[in-house]
């Protein structure tokens, strides 16, 4: 990696960057926890820790210097080896998404989900989906919320909005073709495979 000056925007991009990953590793270490080791009795107590965190994530990606930062780097672009250079993109990426969205759509998904996971916990325990059916549409009706802001922000349609977060530059005609391809070979196949049984 090419050491740049300490005064390169993209230093201090990567000093801001640093911290916001771990703001979000102690987000996923809590999700996490959630998940596999919390009593019950913690869940609004989390959820409160979660949705602050993600609000003050947010708010620090959305800080309107990271946006000077980010257009300052990308100005010195050529300064800048290929893994800088791709990290430089991942940061713009990552800034996009959450610049697209206000904070209390966040914290209100934060705390959608975290309520959804304790519904979840008991309403599988007693195979009862009708329990947890309206957390879990309180949480889509978010995302789609999410998805709906993202699609106006980058003019594209909702799904591929919500697929850039995981698939860059991923759209919805490319998995429809992929799917597609796999419609007309499946059939056949799995009818030969059944024959050969």
């Not at 959820?47 to 100005?75: C, F, K, S």
């Not at 800048?80 to 791709?86: F, G, H, K, N, T």
């Not at 530059?169 to 796999?182: K, N, Q, T, V």
């Amino acid at each position: 990696m090419t050491a740049l000056p300490a005064n390169h925007p993209y230093t201090a991009l990567e000093a801001r960057f640093r911290r916001l990953s771990a703001v979000g590793g102690a987000l996923s270490m809590l999700g996490w926890d959630q998940a596999a080791m919390m009593p019950a009795g913690g869940a609004a107590a989390r959820a409160e820790q979660m949705a602050t965190l993600g609000v003050i994530r947010h708010e620090n990606l959305t800080d309107p210097a990271l946006a000077d930062l980010l257009a300052a780097a990308e100005g010195q672009a050529g300064t800048l080896d290929e893994w800088q250079a791709a990290n430089l993109r991942e940061m713009r990426r990552e800034w996009r998404h959450a610049a697209a969205l206000p904070a209390d759509l966040v914290e209100a998904r934060s705390r959608a989900a975290s309520a959804c996971e304790m519904v979840w916990r008991g309403a599988r325990k007693d195979n009862d989906f009708a329990r947890l059916r309206p957390s879990l549409e309180d949480l889509l009706r978010l995302t789609r919320e999410i998805a709906q802001a993202k699609a106006e922000a980058f003019d594209v349609a909702p799904y591929d909005a919500l697929l850039d977060e995981y698939e860059p530059d991923g759209s919805s005609a490319a998995i429809d073709a992929i799917f597609g391809e796999l419609a007309d070979f499946l059939p056949a196949y799995v009818e030969r495979a059944q024959q050969k049984q």
